[in-house]
Nanobody, 113 residues
């Protein structure tokens, strides 16, 4: 089955930017999502991309995050701008809606001065 490998996380100052990548070992699904889980909180959907449709975003990231996909490269991206400490979390990609077999290791994003 397809596996997802997330990368691109790191430590960034408030107001900074990061670009996350999600590389699939096979074809990505028509509907893909980026999710995040902060310490002590439940995993939440951050952004979803539906092939041929408009993306959707959590209210907390609208206007700051952009999800995109390159089907030829089997990769989904998450451009994150104007980061703030509340964005600190592990970020994961998965199909949307998510399915347990497809959770990867995630990539950690820390926003701190």
């Amino acid at each position: 089955q397809v596996q997802f490998v997330e990368s691109g996380g790191g430590l960034v100052q408030p107001g900074g930017s990061l670009r996350l990548s999600c590389a699939a070992t096979g074809s990505i699904f028509n509907s893909m999502g980026w999710y995040r889980q902060a310490p002590g909180k439940q995993r939440e959907l951050v952004a979803a991309s539906i092939r041929g449709g408009a993306p959707s975003y959590a209210d907390s990231v609208k206007g700051r995050f952009t999800i995109s996909r390159d089907n030829a490269k089997n990769t989904v991206y998450l451009q994150m701008n104007s980061l703030n400490p509340e964005d600190t979390a592990f970020y994961y990609c998965n199909r949307w809606p998510p399915a347990n077999p497809y959770w990867g290791q995630g990539t950690q994003v820390t926003v701190s001065s």
